[in-house]
T-cell receptor
Framework: GAGVSQTPSNKVTEKGKYVELRCDPI?????LYWYRQSLGQGPEFLIYFQGTGAADDSGLPNDRFFAVRPEGSVSTLKIQRTERGDSAVYLC??????????????FGQGTRLTVV | AQRVTQPEKLLSVFKGAPVELKCNYSYSGSPELFWYVQYSRQRLQLLLRHISRESIKGFTADLNKGETSFHLKKPFAQEEDSAMYYCALSGRTSGSRLTFGEGTQLTVNP
C-alpha cells in the first residue's frame, strides 16, 4: 500500500510489560512523527525523526518511552514497564520533509494500546 | 507555550445550513494553521492549511491574527461532512511538531 502502515492495529498488554509499536512510513518520506491520542483528546506530539535521527523528542513523557528509526525508514516506539495511563491510540505520520508549510503529514490508522 | 482551543466538542446542524467550527490559538510569533479531518473509520487527514488559502470540499478558513482565530466555515453543510475536525498549529519555535486542539465532532442531519 502507498499509505503509512502501523502494526499491530490493536495491542492489549498487562501492566508492567514491555511493548513495541511499529510504523512503516510512505516510501521516500524522510520525516516521521509519533503522536499519542487519549480518549476525547486531540493527538499529542511525542517525537519527530528526520532521517535516522530524533530531531525533537521533547514530547516523550518519561524515560519509559523510546523510539528508533535505525535505517531512516521503519520506526519502532518502545514502551517499558507499561502503566494503565499509557492506554491510548498511538499515531504515526510521515512527510516528504519536515517543512509542514509545504508538505503534508500523512497519518497511519494508529495502534490502540490497552494496558490492563 | 503554544495552545489550540476548540470550544465546541459537539456541533450539530441540518443539511444545507451554514456551519462554522471555531478554533483559537496562542503562539508567540507567526504560526502556521491547519485543519485536519477524521471521517468515521478512516485515518486523520489534512483538510486545508492557511498558507494555501484554498477551499477544499467547500470549506474555507481565514487566519485572523488580531483575534488569534482560524475558524472553519462552509456555507451549505452536507451529510458527508459529518466527521471529527481538529485544528492544529505549527511554528518556527516548535519545529515540525503539530499542536492539536481537542477536536469538534460535527454531525450534519438530513
Amino acid at each position: 500500500g502507498a499509505g503509512v502502515s502501523q502494526t499491530p492495529s490493536n495491542k492489549v498488554t498487562e501492566k508492567g510489560k514491555y511493548v513495541e509499536l511499529r510504523c512503516d512510513p510512505i516510501s521516500g518520506h524522510t520525516a516521521l512523527y509519533w503522536y499519542r491520542q487519549s480518549l476525547g483528546q486531540g493527538p499529542e506530539f511525542l517525537i519527530y525523526f528526520q532521517g535516522t535521527g530524533a530531531a525533537d523528542d521533547s514530547g516523550l513523557p518519561n524515560d519509559r518511552f523510546f523510539a528508533v528509526r535505525p535505517e531512516g525508514s521503519v520506526s519502532t516506539l518502545k514502551i517499558q514497564r507499561t502503566e494503565r495511563g499509557d492506554s491510548a491510540v498511538y499515531l504515526c505520520a510521515s512527510s516528504l520533509d519536515g517543512g509542514l508549510s509545504a508538505t503534508e503529514a500523512f497519518f497511519g490508522q494508529g495502534t490502540r494500546l490497552t494496558v490492563v | 507555550a503554544q495552545r489550540v482551543t476548540q470550544p465546541e466538542k459537539l456541533l450539530s446542524v441540518f443539511k444545507g445550513a451554514p456551519v462554522e467550527l471555531k478554533c483559537n490559538y496562542s503562539y508567540s510569533g507567526s504560526p502556521e494553521l491547519f485543519w485536519y479531518v477524521q471521517y468515521s473509520r478512516q485515518r486523520l487527514q489534512l483538510l486545508l492549511r492557511h498558507i494555501s488559502r484554498e477551499s477544499i470540499k467547500g470549506f474555507t478558513a481565514d487566519l485572523n491574527k488580531g483575534e488569534t482565530s482560524f475558524h472553519l466555515k462552509k456555507p451549505f453543510a452536507q451529510e458527508e461532512d459529518s466527521a471529527m475536525y481538529y485544528c492544529a498549529l505549527s511554528g518556527r519555535t516548535s519545529g515540525s511538531r503539530l499542536t492539536f486542539g481537542e477536536g469538534t465532532q460535527l454531525t450534519v442531519n438530513p
